[in-house]
């Protein structure tokens, strides 16, 4: 095994073994439900970090194939009365097919045009999931989401979803760690440092780009599925633009295209506002002086500028 | 259903209103693409402070509104030099997602920063002069609606000879061109940045006062107006002075012959389906150049 594949190994490990250890310590329904919105957080990001690090594209439409994938599942379970698992599956494959017609078209073209194009798609999605009412609820949400099943037995505690949803975050991060390793993994890493030299060596870049953007809309989508049955009811607001925004932080926070980044970025942005909610009136303030503060002085963001310390570190002490 | 030419007339009016706004954060977005690449998030957030400090200003210290007015477009466009001053040019990365991220912390930033000043209330910001309605060929224009077109057009005519006829527009031309052969020519560029953002800020402060007493004002306002002002520039063609002007324009008339003649409820959804028509049949917009490497 390689090192960097040791490295992997290891990190995942303390990481699977911090998810089953906190259990232990943590009773507490409220921070359960924290530590399970920071799962389906890592789980979207996860997805994103890929687009972002490894595609170079930006996405702040995500937020949108989150509440695609919520409402969907949402409906469809609730008003229809429709197989939960199922309708999470159904879900993804529509979503993967929204961002099959969004990607084609922008990723074609050179520049970012991705970010203006899911911009517009969530904006869209927000204005649908407000007006189309007498369907979604409009502004004051959607409820009675049935909850999800098991052998017939019905998962509604926090306890039991904090089992699903860290349990799905952790296959997410292994499944996106071997896409960096497969061939399409490489062509995009080849494609980042030069994209004419990884279409030159034969490396099908938009092809390649499309199916990572259509991967990341399907984890926002399966994480909006479980958000929706684990709340039991979705209000447009969850899915606005600026929680695509939110979403995009974490990942810089963390440090663009590190997988570790992005989890990272999710571990620390998700309770902060819970944390700031004593001084909501300067919710914002700190919120946006932090991230300028990173993004002005940490470009690498805190894993990146950390990686970096360490290895410093360790470069002294060789010597 | 019978649509008058009185309605269709006033739906016009209103488009071309709106339209105007646009226009003047649809120039803001390309002035300061064209001196750094960079999309800036922040320019709605000028939008918002344009109006609020108008309304501090006028409401609050009394003012007279020609006193009022250019105070407001000072105060924004110290306020867009200094972005560029304290938050793009120290940032340790030139790169151009990074910079964009730089400007949407500082409008999460800004946006606390207002809400903390003017509260989170809607505020009431009075029309720059009282309001008996014109009837010009069956429309009702209210004195409003004329000070938007005229001070628009104005704007537009000032930026056009500052472009085209002063030293310093020509040297901020230079810089969008080519910053680096500008610098040679002794140029400052640094400072032909800091003068763009100066500039946008003060469109922006621009299509502030002048919108906020037809819609309303509040700390959030410049939201959904940048978005627009953003889609109008991405339909004329990113970084086309001209084409945002047209695109601003284009964009307030669709949305209100769409909102009046369709539905008003999904008028929202127009601007950004115009979008995404745009960038997937004609990316380059309506007057972009060939060059399809934009933002």
């Known amino acids: ?319 | 259903m019978e649509i008058g030419w009185n309605q269709l007339a006033q739906y016009i009016v209103s488009g071309l209103t709106t339209g105007s706004v646009y226009a003047l954060v649809a120039l803001g977005f390309c002035l300061i693409y064209n001196a750094t690449r960079i999309v800036n998030f922040a320019q709605g957030d000028f939008l918002s402070l344009g109006g609020l400090l108008m309304y501090s200003t006028v409401t609050s210290f009394g003012l007279p509104a020609w006193l009022g007015f250019p105070l407001s477009v000072a105060g924004t466009a110290l306020v867009g030099a200094c972005l560029e001053r304290l938050c793009i040019r120290p940032s340790r990365s030139r790169e151009v997602t990074n910079l964009i991220f730089i400007t949407i912390a500082a409008s999460i930033l800004l946006r606390g920063l207002f809400m903390h000043v003017w509260g989170k209330e809607a505020l009431a910001l009075p029309p720059l002069s009282p309001e008996t309605p014109l009837r010009v060929l069956g429309a009702a224009f209210t004195p409003q609606n004329l000070w938007v077109l005229g001070i628009t057009l104005s704007a537009i005519g000032i930026l056009v000879f500052f472009f085209n006829r002063t030293l310093m527009g020509k040297a901020l031309r230079a810089t969008a061109a080519n910053a680096r052969a500008a610098a040679l020519m002794g140029i400052d560029t640094r400072m032909m940045t800091m003068l763009s953002f100066a500039l946008a800020g003060a469109l922006g402060a621009l299509a502030g006062i002048l919108i906020t007493p037809i819609t309303s004002l509040s700390y959030d306002v410049g939201v959904l107006m940048g978005l627009k002002g953003f889609a109008a520039a991405v339909l004329g063609g990113y970084g086309n002075f001209y084409g945002a002007v047209l695109g601003g324009v284009g964009l307030g008339l669709l949305e209100s012959l769409g909102a009046g003649l369709i539905s008003t409820v999904y008028k929202d959804v127009i601007a950004f389906v115009a979008l995404l028509l745009v960038l997937f049949l004609r990316p380059s917009g309506l007057l972009g150049g060939g060059s399809q490497e934009r933002l």
């Open chain 1, 1 to 319: 095994m390689s090192r960097e594949g040791k490295r992997f190994l290891l990190g995942f490990l303390l990481l699977a073994s911090a998810v089953a250890a906190l259990p232990v310590w943590i009773r507490n329904p409220y921070y359960l439900n924290v530590l399970n919105v920071v799962g389906l957080h890592v789980l979207i990001v996860v997805g994103l970090n890929l687009l972002i690090g490894f595609a170079g594209h930006i996405s702040l439409g995500h937020a949108g194939f989150f509440g695609v994938g919520a409402y969907l599942s949402g409906i469809l379970t609730g008003t229809y009365g429709w197989c939960p698992w199922l309708t999470m599956g159904f879900a993804a494959c529509l979503t993967a097919s929204l961002a099959l017609g969004i990607g084609i078209p922008t990723l074609r073209l050179k520049g970012n045009y991705l970010v203006m194009a899911t911009l517009g798609f969530n904006i869209i999605v927000t204005v649908f999931l407000l007006q189309l009412d007498n369907l979604t609820g409009g502004p004051s949400g959607y409820t009675g989401i049935p909850p999800l099943t098991v052998f017939g037995r019905s998962l509604i505690s926090d306890f039991e979803f904090y089992w699903l949803i860290w349990g799905t975050a952790l296959v997410s991060l292994v499944l996106a760690r071997n896409l960096c390793h497969s061939r399409v993994g490489r062509g995009l890493r080849a494609l980042h440092e030069s994209p004419d030299a990884a279409a030159a060596a034969g490396v099908p870049v938009e092809r390649y780009k499309v199916k990572v953007f259509i991967l990341s809309a399907v984890y926002a989508s399966v994480a909006g599925s479980l958000y929706a049955h684990y709340y039991g009811i979705i209000t447009p607001k969850t899915f606005d633009i600026f929680k695509s925004v939110e979403l995009v932080t974490m990942c810089i926070l963390g440090g663009m295209g590190t997988l570790w980044g992005g989890l990272f970025g999710a571990v620390f942005l998700t309770p902060l506002p819970q944390l700031l909610h004593f001084f909501d009136e300067y919710k914002d303030i700190i919120f946006g002086g932090i991230l300028l503060v990173i993004l002005i002085f940490l470009p690498q963001g805190l894993v990146g500028w950390l990686e970096n310390r360490l290895h410093a570190l360790f470069q002294n002490n060789r010597r």
